[in-house]
């Protein structure tokens, strides 16, 4: 089966600071995709950053990037530079390459952010 | 591009009732995903609709079906409703259906059964 860990089900951080999320996940697939969603209080997902498995280097966007282990199955959140607006839940995701959009979805993470 | 959008917000039925919701995606996109998010669950994927065709299901009892029309709307649907069904209900969509796209979610549509 595939499943998604996250095994922080709360994190805070110092504005301005930066903080990890971590993510393990479980499959014996090679062509696979990442994900990290981010779900503010208005309940609105919205995607933060995804990854391809076949990629070796990190994805990056703007204050967030990735720190991605295939071997390990581990796929963290690094948030730099923290702000107020990024308190939110955030979900660790995967979805296999072919067609059938069926997202796995982890736990959760609550970032709560400190000014 | 408008987003995707859900309807109705917000619904509040008994047990026992039946509840249809609705989910319109992205202009050109035609695959729409529901899933189920709950306190106790997480977000867990209820089924996949691609070209009106239902193409992956998750593991959800045979109360919860959904249809796709030929313009990609999607609904689903939720029989003799029970308590365990209140959730918020999420759609999302993308273009082609491929695990590899993104999937852009709606708003949700939350659901409370009394």
């Known amino acids: 089966a595939q499943t998604v860990t996250q095994s922080q089900p709360e994190m805070s951080v110092q504005e301005a600071e930066t903080v990890t999320l971590s993510c393990t996940y479980d499959t014996s697939e090679s062509d696979y995709y990442l994900f990290w969603y981010k779900q503010p209080p208005s309940r609105q997902m919205i995607l933060v950053i995804r990854q391809e498995a076949y990629k070796q280097q990190n994805a990056t966007e703007n204050r967030f990037s990735v720190n991605f282990q295939k071997a390990a199955k581990s796929f963290s959140l690094k948030i730099s530079d923290s702000q107020l607006g990024d308190a939110a839940m955030y979900f660790c995701?995967?979805?296999?390459?072919?067609?059938?959009?069926?997202?796995?979805f982890g736990a959760g993470t609550i970032l709560r952010v400190k000014s | 591009k408008a987003g995707v959008t859900q309807t109705p917000r917000y619904l509040i039925k008994t047990r026992g009732q039946q509840v249809t919701l609705s989910c319109s995606p992205i202009s050109g996109h035609r695959s729409v995903s529901w899933y189920q998010q709950t306190p106790g669950q997480g977000l867990q994927f209820l089924f996949e609709y691609f070209s009106e065709t239902q193409r992956n299901k998750g593991n959800f009892p045979g109360r919860f079906s959904g249809r796709q029309f030929s313009n990609s709307r999607s609904e689903m649907n939720v029989s003799t409703l029970e308590l365990g069904d209140s959730a918020l209900y999420l759609c999302?969509?993308?273009?082609?259906?491929?695990?590899?796209?993104?999937?852009?979610f709606g708003p949700g549509t939350r659901l409370l059964v009394l």
């Open positions: 995701a995967y979805s296999l390459g072919e067609y059938g959009n069926k997202l796995v």
């Open positions: 999302a969509s993308s273009y082609a259906g491929l695990g590899r796209e993104t999937q852009y």
